[in-house]
């Protein structure tokens, strides 16, 4: 079983910044994807960029350039910094983790303000 746990959203105004963090527990060890997804409303649910357990990375094209996900092994903890942030932008931001099975977190809210 693993866990996720989302941290750092929060309302920001447009061309701010903000740092998601997602901490893992459980048997997350050799798990094969991680990342983070949104959905705002009335919208699905759509990826936002992942980063695989040998560093390869994968953007919507919508935050390239402005989103950077990245790990820290030791601590199990996937970040997303979010620069550049516009009302667009806004929604529930989920983190996830394919390792046996899909794992998603209860997600974290994001509003960019114009």
């Known amino acids: 079983q693993v866990r996720l746990v989302e941290s750092g959203g929060g309302l920001v105004q447009a061309g701010g910044s903000l740092r998601l963090s997602c901490a893992a527990s459980g048997n997350i060890f050799g798990f094969k994807i991680m990342g983070w997804y949104r959905q705002a409303p009335g919208k699905q649910r759509e990826l936002v960029a992942t980063?695989?357990?040998?560093?390869?990375?994968n953007y919507a094209d919508s935050v390239k350039g402005r989103f950077t996900i990245s790990r820290e092994n030791g601590k199990n903890t996937v970040y997303l910094q979010m620069n550049s942030l516009k009302p667009e932008d806004t929604a529930v931001y989920y983190c996830?983790?394919?390792?046996?099975?899909?794992?998603w977190g209860q997600g974290t809210q994001v509003t960019v303000s114009s």
């Open positions: 980063i695989t357990s040998g560093a390869n990375t």
């Open positions: 996830y983790a394919l390792v046996d099975s899909n794992y």
